[in-house]
Structure formats: structure tokens, C-alpha cells
């Protein structure tokens, strides 16, 4: 194919794409998708040195649409240039130095992945709110963001100002939203942008959306430093995200990159990226802008997290709690790096609430340490096949029995449910039995009739003679294993019986808190939720699984097969045995940080503020906590006096 005729191709197909995106927010493929063309086409342009009248690089943003009142902003609002990898961030840098002589203070902010919006205020009035539209003209959406309930309606500050900043969705309410909603939303992103931009306003309301501020556009009031735009914002009571800062140099800036994409998966709402900008407002003018974004601005964007692909097909699987879960097959594709071929489609009602199909496309997404999930549909293929549903197990036969959203195989003796659950109580993270392999655990189910952790433990060298594959030798290394694997810790013990929902982390939080198995056994959830990471459906699983007595019964048997738990070491330091909630953006450290010096020092991250802790480490934007803390009179220090206690 020749290049122009190229071109005529991207072209067509970009703006078919956003048109999608932009007018119906119903985007057909992922970000990282467009962006892929999008370069392409670029690259071209620059090639021949000349692009299509209608190329959509002529562009910032989507055009608004007719059906809103349309509004001109005060201040054109720019997309930003991008960079994907740390050269192309010191490429940027280089550029600035070579304007200016040296490079600058610089701040640093997410990128959220929402609607962008500009809000004017006047007499201290929220005016009017507007989407960027094309940068210059956006839709008037006032009715729809006065929905957001932390935003605030007025202000002190008296004169005309525009303040920018993105709608979005935090994934908490998007959670909260899809368990009963029809049609549940495929992303977080297109939650906001669909709700913000729909004609009635109580859809907006219903979602539950935020803003979070992060610029200010014209503006009355005499602004020099980004710093003091921030400044501004919390005060007059925004919302602003906590990793908020400033570096000097383009080393500290990656770093800030680097520390945020870590953190990403944690976070309770979309980024895509962080944003560095010059800080200084003069500097800027020095430094200028092009046609389309400032030169002293960029967005360093991460990896993608999300593609879409074809579902092939529906394989499913049973659990270790008899659950059948249905894994979607493939065709493979790259997702940031890493190839994906399967990924969950969760149970049957959320199969039927998506209505994917097999044969249709898919979004798939991906985040760190979780297995691909299944969003929704991107296109619907003709022809594609609805996914039945089993009736029965599809490994041992039984019937399938229907749960809420969920089925699960009936049968007693389900074979894959009985080995899994074997394989995982002796697996590193549980009891850690040396030498035992799911391979054993089909051995001892197959021919022993071993079915749970206490016929495993009452294993004798007698039981295993004449099992394929065990002499002599083997069968006295493995009762060896077992022997010693009976001395084991609480968060070993928890993580083994298999609770569902408890991982390795969440058992050492557990045993953090509780020390003692008798603790958590009777622990209440309203204890269960003081523990940083547990929520209602965990704090649930574990009250329902302690209350059931076939449950209590094989605790005690698992314990009668000789089992002790050891206590749990405590490390020494000037917070051992404290209870401590962190709260706001503290000056240097990250949470993370502070985490780990506070539990290398003794002490345990409580989630939330109550009268079992002990002391409460605040930082800026601290909000409720830090009020509920002052109401129960518990101490609160800042960073510098938690410097001071561990002696740093
Ligand atoms: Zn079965």
C-alpha cells in the first residue's frame, strides 16, 4: 500500500474511533490502541512532510457535541504532550534546558483518566461547568457536575476564576454501582465521561462521581508558581490526590514516575500517567507553546493496563470452594509486555450482565498480581455464540447448583475442588509441607481417599507404602515434612484452611492483629474492618466461615493432629505494640514508606480511626480521620515528630 493511501486509511479509521470515544463514549478499542495508529499516522505526516485536511493530529480533543449549550472557555485549555519511556522524559528535560539555561523546579501530578472539565466561578458563585470540547469550546454540564457532592459550590475567593481539574469515578463506587446496575460500565473512565455527559443530570447523581482539581485556567487572582494554584485549590476545599509534589531534578521526577506506577494499583481511581510542569507561570511564557500542547508541560504515560482482543472461547473451571469459574480463551495479545491468552469472565451473572459473547471483541484488563478480567463487549461480531451455561460439573458430572451469581458442582467427591484444596494447604505460603506437589495430592485422593488437611496430617508411613512413585526413602522425607509443618504460625494456619478471599497478606494482617487464632475466631466485623485491606465481603467471609460449625470442628481436628501455632515475633522499636492510621500526604515519605518504618519499629497500619489506636500520623489534606481522631482524644503527630521518635 502506498502511503498516502495509508494515511487516507488511519485517518478514516482515527476518527471513526473517536467519534466513538468522544461523542458517544463508547470507545471501541483501548487507549493504547488509538495511541498505536495515532503514532503511526504521525510518523507518516512527518515522512512526507504534509498530512489531511481532516487529520485527526489537527485535533485537541473531542468536538462537542450539538446537543449541550456550548460554551467558550476564557482560557484555551491544551492537551499535553506525551512521552513514554524515561529517554523520551530526558529528551523533554533537555529541551527545557536548552530554553531556559537550566532546568527548573518542576511539579508533579497523576494524570487521572476521567472527563476533563473547567468550572467558572464568579462572586465566589459556581457559574457554569463545561467539558474541554475542542480545547477553545466545550458543553455546558453545570447541572450534571453540581451532582458531585464534594465539590464545592462556593468559594472565598471573589473574583472570576476558572478552575480545571477531571470528573471521574472512583472505582469503589463503580463497584458499588455495577453489583446493581442492569448494564454494569465497562470502565471507570467511561462511567464519568457517559454520566457527565448525559442530558439527565440524575444519572451523574446516581454514580456518584468526584472532581479532582489540579489547575487553575484565567484566573483574577495573581498566581506565579503551579505551587500556589495547588495551594489555592485545597484551600477553597477541592478535592487534590495525595502525591502531589515538587522536584529539581529530572532523576527525582522519574522517580516520582516510577514510585506512582507502584502505587497505581492501590489507588481507588484511574491514572494513566503522571504530569510534570514547570512550576514557575513566568518561566513558562518563556518557554512557550505550540499549536497544539505547552512546551513546558508533559504526560508521561504508563504501560497500557488495557486492550481488546477476540474471546475464542469459555473453559470452566472448579475451585477449591466448588465454584465453577468460567476463564475466557483468547487470542492472544500484548498487554503492556506480558501476553495475555485467558483471563476470568468472574462467574455467570456477571457473563450475562456484560453479554459477551464468544466470538465477539473484548476489552481486557490487566493490573499487577491480578489475573486479566473481562470489561465488557467492544464489538459485537456477527455470528457470535451465546456462552451456556453448565448444568452439570463439568469434571465430575454432579449437578451444578445456582447461588446468586454463582454455580457450583454439587458433587461430594469433585475431584479438582478436593485436590486443589490439599495442594493449597501444603503449598510455601500455607503449611509449607516440603516435597508435596498437586501430584501428591491426586496420588493420596485417588488412592488413599485423603480428602482434607487432617487425613493429610494423619498420614503414617503405613498409609503409603505401595503408592507409585514413594519408596522407602520419599515416604520418610514426606512424613518428616509433615511432622514439621505441624509447628507453624497463625498467618500460615489461616492462609491453609482456605477461607475465601484470604490471601497470604490478608492472613499476616490478620495475625497481626488478632496474635491469637481464639482472637480471630471470635472477632466481630467490626473488629475484622479496623484491618487495613478488609472490607465488608471479607470481614463476612471470615465471621460466616468461624460460625459455621462444620468449619470450628475441623479447626479443632487440624489442631488435635498435633498442630501449634507459634506467636507471632514481634520486631522491637518505639512503636512495638501500637496501633497507628495514617492519614493525609505527608511532605517526604509515601505511605508506603511510612508503612514499613512504622512495622519495622513494632507498630501495625490501622485503617481506620477508633479507640483501639494508639496514635494517628498526619499529613496535609488529612480529613475525617484526623477529625475523629481529635474527637477521641488520641494523640497526632506530624512527619517531623515521627522522625524524631524513630531517631531520623
Ligand atoms: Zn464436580
Redesign the pocket.
Known amino acids: 500500500m502506498d502511503k498516502l493511501a495509508r494515511m487516507k486509511e488511519l485517518v478514516a479509521t482515527l476518527n471513526e474511533w473517536a467519534k466513538l470515544y468522544y461523542e458517544e463514549d463508547a470507545p471501541v478499542v483501548s487507549d493504547a490502541e488509538y495511541d498505536r495508529l495515532y503514532d503511526e499516522l504521525r510518523k507518516l505526516e512527518e515522512e512526507e512532510g504534509y498530512s489531511l485536511k481532516d487529520s485527526p493530529t489537527h485535533r485537541v480533543g473531542g468536538a462537542p457535541q450539538r446537543k449541550f449549550e456550548q460554551s467558550k472557555h476564557l482560557k484555551k485549555l491544551y492537551s499535553l504532550d506525551k512521552c513514554q519511556t524515561s529517554e523520551e522524559f530526558y529528551e523533554w528535560c533537555a529541551r527545557i534546558e536548552k530554553a531556559l539555561g537550566y532546568l527548573p523546579t518542576l511539579t508533579c501530578e497523576y494524570k487521572f483518566d476521567g472527563l476533563t472539565l473547567n468550572l467558572l466561578y464568579e462572586n465566589g458563585k459556581l457559574q457554569k461547568a463545561t467539558t474541554r470540547g475542542n480545547g477553545t469550546v466545550g458543553e455546558v454540564v453545570t447541572a450534571q457536575v453540581k451532582t458531585i457532592k464534594k465539590l464545592p459550590t462556593s468559594i472565598s475567593f471573589k473574583g472570576r476564576i476558572e478552575i480545571q481539574g477531571e470528573g471521574i469515578l472512583r472505582l469503589s463506587n463503580l463497584e458499588k454501582y455495577n453489583a446493581t446496575a442492569a448494564e454494569p460500565l465497562k470502565n471507570a473512565r467511561n462511567g464519568a465521561a457517559g454520566a457527565i455527559r448525559s442530558l439527565d443530570p440524575s444519572v451523574a447523581a446516581e454514580r456518584g462521581l468526584s472532581f479532582m482539581a489540579y489547575n487553575i485556567g484565567y484566573s483574577e487572582l495573581e498566581l506565579d508558581t503551579q505551587q500556589s494554584m495547588h495551594k489555592f485549590l485545597v484551600d477553597e476545599g477541592f478535592e487534590v490526590e495525595g502525591g502531589w509534589r515538587t522536584v529539581n531534578s529530572a532523576k527525582d521526577a522519574m522517580l516520582f514516575a516510577a514510585e506512582t506506577e507502584e502505587e497505581r494499583p492501590n489507588l481507588d481511581y484511574l491514572i494513566d500517567g503522571v504530569v510534570f510542569k514547570v512550576d514557575d507561570l513566568r518561566l513558562r511564557d518563556e518557554i512557550g507553546v505550540t499549536e497544539k500542547f505547552p512546551k513546558w508541560a508533559v504526560a508521561y504515560k504508563f504501560k497500557a493496563d488495557e486492550m481488546t482482543t477476540e474471546l475464542k472461547d469459555v473453559e470452566w473451571q472448579?475451585s477449591r470452594s466448588?465454584k465453577l469459574n468460567p476463564i475466557a480463551i483468547l487470542e492472544p495479545v500484548d498487554i503492556g509486555g506480558v501476553t495475555v491468552s485467558r483471563a476470568t469472565l468472574n462467574n455467570y451473572g456477571d457473563i450475562l450482565k456484560k453479554q459477551v459473547r464468544i466470538g465477539d471483541r473484548v476489552f481486557i484488563r490487566r493490573s499487577n498480581d491480578v489475573i486479566p478480567e473481562i470489561m465488557g463487549v467492544a464489538q459485537r461480531q456477527e455470528g457470535a455464540k451465546f456462552i451456556e451455561k453448565p448444568t452439570v460439573?463439568?469434571?465430575?458430572?454432579?449437578p451444578v447448583e445456582e447461588s446468586g451469581a454463582f454455580l457450583y458442582?454439587?458433587?461430594k467427591h469433585?475431584?479438582?475442588?478436593i485436590i486443589s484444596a490439599l495442594d493449597h494447604f501444603a503449598s510455601k505460603d500455607a503449611l509449607d509441607i516440603d516435597g508435596f506437589s498437586e501430584k501428591t495430592a491426586e496420588l493420596l485422593f485417588n488412592e488413599r481417599h485423603i480428602f482434607d488437611g487432617v487425613g493429610l496430617l494423619s498420614l503414617t508411613k503405613e498409609d503409603m507404602l505401595g503408592l507409585e512413585g514413594f519408596g522407602e526413602k520419599k515416604i520418610g522425607n514426606l512424613i518428616a515434612s509433615i511432622e514439621k509443618a505441624k509447628h507453624t504460625t497463625l498467618d500460615r494456619f489461616l492462609f491453609a484452611i482456605g477461607i475465601e478471599g484470604i490471601g497470604k497478606k490478608t492472613a499476616r494482617d490478620l495475625q497481626k492483629r488478632f496474635k491469637t487464632l481464639e482472637g480471630i475466631m471470635s472477632a466481630s466485623e467490626e473488629e475484622l474492618l479496623e484491618v487495613d485491606g478488609i472490607g465488608d465481603i471479607l470481614a463476612k467471609n471470615i465471621t460466616d466461615y468461624f460460625s459455621d460449625e462444620k468449619n470450628r470442628d475441623y479447626v479443632e481436628r487440624l489442631i488435635a493432629c498435633g498442630i501449634t501455632i507459634e506467636e507471632p515475633e514481634e520486631a522491637d522499636g518505639v512503636f512495638k505494640g501500637m496501633r497507628i492510621v495514617l492519614t493525609g500526604s505527608l511532605p517526604t515519605y509515601r505511605r508506603g514508606e511510612a508503612t514499613a518504618l512504622i512495622e519495622g519499629a513494632g507498630g501495625e497500619v490501622a485503617a481506620s480511626v477508633s479507640k483501639t489506636v494508639d496514635l494517628v500520623l498526619a499529613g496535609e489534606d488529612a480529613g475525617s480521620k484526623l477529625e475523629k481522631a481529635q474527637k477521641l482524644g488520641i494523640k497526632i503527630i506530624d512527619e517531623d515528630e515521627f522522625k524524631r521518635m524513630l531517631g531520623i
Open positions: 472448579v466448588a460439573c463439568p469434571v465430575c458430572g454432579s458442582c454439587t458433587g469433585c475431584a479438582p475442588q
